[in-house]
Structures are given as C-alpha cells and as structure tokens.
C-alpha cells in the first residue's frame, strides 16, 4: 500500500527563523512529489517534484526531491506569520496521478 | 473566477438520509479528483474522472457513495444513507493531460457534517 510520512508534524518557530519539512514516500511506479499549503480551506498547491536533485525555489519557499532515498524537503526561510499553515506532502504513482497525502506539517510562526 | 468550484460549501444532516455535492473543474481540465479529508489528516483519494470516465475507485467508497461526471465537465458525489463516520471535507480537485503527472488544483471544499 501507499505511504507518505511527514515530519515533524508540529512546529512552532519565530519569524525569522529558517525551518525544514521532511516527507518520505513509498509509492509504487512513483511519478511525482508534490508540497501544498493548506490554511482554513482548500490545499493551494506549492510545487511538483519529478527529478532528483533540481532545487524548486519560489520566493523564500523552495524543495528537493532525491529519488534515491525517496524523500523531499520544503525549506522556508524568513519565515513570516502568515506562513502558519498546515503543509502537505503528496506522492502521485500512477499515470493519471491519483495522490497519496501525508498526515501534514503544522507550522505556526509567532511574531 | 476560474478556479475549481464546489457546492455547497457546507452540509449538515441527519443520519440515514441522502446528500449530493457538485463540483465545477477548471473548463480545460480533463481529470477530475474526489477527495476526503478528516480532522488531522491529510486528504485521502476517493475516486477519479478522465473526463467522463469513472477510471478508479477507492476502496473507502462504499456502496453507499457513488460519483458521476456526465459530459465530462462537472461533477457530482452522492452519498447514500448517510452514517456519522461520513463526516469530513469532502474535497474536489482538477489536472489538465492525458498522460503523465500534472499538479492538481483544489476546490474549496464541502463540509459535511452528519448528526
């Protein structure tokens, strides 16, 4: 069966401070790796992942996938408030994409 | 807005009787995800469209839930004698492609709340 594991699964940091998610993933014919944010609604998606080792950036947000180890980070540096969220991971096995989420990351940042 | 819509935005019944949701994907869209999420965890796959394709189904569908996508574009989950372990975000997301692995963009969600 699928797995995504996230940790940590809580995080309570300063702004300013620099954090790192962790995700592993066992899927099987893996395809993809994806991060989204999730506040008081819907997931918003933040990156997708296909090959190891290329660095996603966005702003102060960025990601990597290893392959290898099957695993991926989300980095967020500078962190602000309004980055408190719930981050989820999510690997896609299948041609179509069907996802496997983790459990989320929830990150709170005080000011 | 071009987003992907669903509705209503919240549902509270009784136990033992019928809801229907519906989702709008983004127009150009040819998959079309059903979700389900509960309290601390993530969201977990329930079923998918290629367009007007029922191509999967989760084992946590029961009988009692059933989906369409008539036409290929919008979407409707019915869940049938409805029980309080229904209770959850019932979440709907769209991808665009035929092959290969796309970012999938989520709807807002109905609540579904079973008393």
């Known amino acids: 069966e699928d797995k995504v594991v996230q940790s940590p699964l809580s995080l309570v940091v300063h702004e300013g401070d620099t954090v790192t998610l962790n995700c592993s993933y066992e899927?099987?014919?893996?395809?993809?790796l994806l991060w989204y944010k999730q506040e008081k609604k819907a997931p918003t998606f933040l990156f997708m992942l296909?090959?190891?080792?290329i660095e996603k950036k966005s702003g102060r947000l960025s990601s990597i996938l290893d392959k290898k180890e099957l695993f991926s980070i989300l980095n967020i540096t500078a962190t602000q408030t309004g980055d408190s969220a719930i981050y989820l991971c999510?690997?896609?096995?299948?041609?179509?994409?069907?996802?496997?989420f983790g459990q989320g990351t929830i990150l709170t940042v005080h000011p | 807005d071009t987003g992907v819509s669903q509705n209503p935005r919240h549902k509270i019944t009784k136990r033992g009787q019928n809801v229907t949701f519906r989702c709008d994907p983004i127009?150009?869209?040819?998959?079309l995800y059903w979700y389900r999420q509960t309290l601390g965890q993530g969201p977990e796959f329930l079923t998918y469209?290629?367009?007007?394709?029922?191509?999967?189904k989760s084992r946590l569908l029961s009988d009692r839930f059933s989906a369409e996508r008539p036409k290929g574009s919008f979407s409707t989950l019915e869940i049938q004698r409805t029980e309080q372990g229904d209770s959850a975000m019932y979440l709907c997301?769209?991808?665009?492609?035929?092959?290969?692995?796309?970012?999938?963009?989520f709807g807002p969600g109905t609540r579904l709340t079973v008393l």
């Open positions: 999510a690997a896609g096995g299948t041609s179509y994409g069907k996802l496997t």
């Open positions: 127009s150009e869209h040819n998959r």
């Open positions: 296909t090959s190891s080792g």
């Open positions: 469209f290629q367009n007007e394709a029922q191509l999967e």
């Open positions: 997301a769209s991808s665009p492609g035929q092959y290969g692995a796309h970012e999938q963009f």
């Open positions: 899927v099987t014919n893996f395809r993809s």
